[in-house]
């Protein structure tokens, strides 16, 4: 990813995860060895991520839809807008 491509970072509340919004995707990056650690995507552009305050969530927004994971089990816990069905 490019750091052009970049809408938003976030950062983990223990500080060893970075999440980064770019496109229909969120990245999250382990800090302590510098790889990829899980990638979420989404059927509209991705433009926030933020941390719930525990770390134990992460919420990825844009376009009127905000989609809770839980980065641990790579699982959709709840989408709050509009969805499309395709």
Known sequence: MELDDCKSLAMHPLGSLCAAA??????????????LYSTFYSDREVTLVEFAPGGKHLVMGGKGQ??????KTEET???FGHT???
């Open 22 to 35: 770019s496109g229909h995707e969120a990245h999250l990056y382990n800090l302590n060895n510098a790889t």
């Open 66 to 71: 905000l989609r809770v994971v839980q980065p």
């Open 77 to 79: 816990k709840r989408i």
């Open 84 to 86: 499309f069905h395709q």
